[in-house]
C-alpha cells in the first residue's frame, strides 16, 4: 500500500508519479484503458520527478552513491540507466525521445541531453553560456514581434 503520492504526469493515457511504499519513494505507473497499476521501481534507494512521454518514462534516483537519470520503455518492460557518473544529475524531462537533464560536471550544473537514436550517447547540449547566448535571442525575437505590432 502506498502511503504517499505526489508528482502526477499523464500522457497517452498513462499516468506516472512518485509513491512512497513504507521504506523509500518509488516510481509507478496507471494504465488507465487497463486499469493496471505497474511498480516501475522497487529498490532500496529514493526515487523522483518521473516524467513520461510517447511511452518512455524517465526520473532521477540514487544508485547508492549518487543522483543518475533512467528509463523505463513501457513497450518492452525495460529500465536502462542513462547516466552512470559520480556526479549527480537531476530533473529529466522528455520529449520525442530525447531526454534532457541538469547535471553537476565538477564545477558547475550543466544541461545534458540523450536522444533514443541508434547512435545516441549523453553528450553536452546546452552551457550556461549556450543558455544565455539562447535566451538572448528568444529576447530579441520578442522585442522586434512586439514592435511589429505597433
Known amino acids: 500500500m502506498l502511503i504517499m ?5 499523464i500522457h497517452n493515457g498513462i499516468i506516472t508519479w512518485r509513491g512512497y511504499d513504507g521504506s523509500d519513494d518509488e ?26 512521454h510517447n511511452g518512455i518514462i524517465t ?7 549518487d543522483y ?36 553537476w560536471d565538477g ?10 537514436q541508434p547512435t545516441a550517447t549523453a553528450v553536452p547540449a546546452l552551457t550556461p553560456i549556450g543558455l544565455i547566448a539562447l535566451v538572448g535571442l528568444l529576447s530579441a525575437v520578442a522585442v522586434l514581434s512586439i514592435r511589429k505590432r505597433r
Open 5 to 9: 503520492m505526489n508528482y502526477p504526469q
Open 59 to 65: 526520473w532521477y534516483g540514487s544508485d547508492g552513491s
Open 107 to 116: 564545477t558547475d550544473y550543466e544541461i545534458f541531453m540523450y536522444s533514443r
Open 27 to 52: 516510481i509507478f505507473m496507471y494504465d488507465i484503458a487497463t486499469a493496471a497499476t505497474t511498480p516501475i521501481t522497487n529498490n532500496a534507494y529514493p526515487d523522483y520527478n518521473p516524467q513520461i
Open 68 to 103: 543518475e537519470i533512467f528509463m523505463y520503455d513501457i513497450a518492452t518492460a525495460a529500465t536502462t540507466p542513462i547516466t552512470n557518473n559520480a556526479n549527480d544529475d537531476y530533473y529529466p524531462q522528455i520529449h520525442n525521445g530525447i531526454i534532457t537533464w541538469m547535471g
